[in-house]
């Protein structure tokens, strides 16, 4: 399932620097603008505790976690809407990937240059934020010239986007983006196909020094208060710091790095979760001894597009899907256990997969 995290932000606020934490690609992390040219993309293992957990009981052969793919994006300057700096190639790449990572620069530090000469996340943020707003008005105005023409001539659903056209453009006109406007859920996919850069799902990344790593700063606190009002989640990260931690040869190295500086476990590993979730997925797992693996699926799903995660085949000659919930799973010990215990479930083509499901399933083709 090839689904992305943008990592966007304005030049030196530490992205390449993070995603090389991520990825353990060397992307190139200069200080000056721009040195992020050709967008990196990496493949990111997902932590979860569960497959281990899983694992233990089991003893597969091999374990095989899931994966998210993160791209590093060049860094973005005022004008891009407009094409400067790499602005139309940053537009163009943002506009491929299904979600943004937004880092905000908000740490002191007179050996890293800022591209605007001060350290103010919240100012960064609105530059960001009125350049994919700018483009999406010119997005939104384009469309609904066609689309006006389209709904007088008695269209239904040329009058329906026209409707909701007029909604992003007074919205974006006002400074907010295309995800505050509220749409009925039919018609989701009308709009997606507009591909509106400020309608996809963002976190925003404080990058702070090591003294503020647990508990964050004003900086942080200014970042808070400003996005308040919008559905958006925040998360404090390290990268420098990260980025020592990962030179650490061992687990256990890392761990005391970690404990040492007050935190139960890296970044990265918060920052990989809450981009799995900003993409509003989810893991099942299937257990056996051969392997025990994490799949990934989109949040209410059925039990056949589940299947069809694992092969085509599966989905298309489904019969019905045997279901353990994972806490039974742990509980019980054993496949063999939860299902003396009652515990397996026969599930058909109308269930909803549930997060941490591990599933069997039946088919014949």
Known sequence: MALQCGIVGLPNVGKSTLFNCLSNAKAQAANF?????????????????????????????????????????????????????????????????????????????????????????????????????????????????????????????????SAILLQYKEALESGKSARTVQVDKEHERMVKELGLLTNKPVLYICNVDENAAVEGNAYVNAVREAIKDEEAELLIVAAATEADIAEL????????????????????????????????????FTAGPKEVRAWTFRKGWKAPQCAGVIHTDFEKGFIRAEVIKYDDYIKYGSETACKEAGKMAVEGKEYEVQDGDTMLFRFNV
């Open 33 to 161: 603008p721009f040195c992020t040219i050709e967008p990196n993309v990496g493949v990111i293992t997902v932590p979860d505790d569960r497959l281990n957990k899983l694992s233990e009981l089991v003893h597969p052969e091999r374990i095989v976690p899931t994966t998210v793919e993160i791209v590093d994006i060049a860094g973005l300057v005022k004008g891009a809407s407009k094409g400067e700096g790499l602005g139309n190639k940053f537009l163009a790449n943002i506009r491929e990937t299904d979600a943004i990572l937004h880092v905000l620069r908000c740490f002191d530090n007179d050996n890293i240059t800022h591209v605007d000469g001060s350290i103010d996340p919240v100012r960064d943020k609105n530059i960001i934020d009125t350049e994919l707003q700018l483009k999406d008005l010119e997005t939104v105005e384009s469309r609904l010239n066609k689309v006006q023409k389209q709904a007088s001539a008695g269209d239904k659903d040329a009058k329906i986007l």
């Open 249 to 284: 040869e061992t687990y256990e190295e890392r761990q005391e790095f970690l404990e040492a500086m007050g935190l139960q476990e890296s970044g990265v590993s918060r920052l990989i979760r809450a981009a799995y979730r900003l993409l509003n997925l989810r893991t099942f």
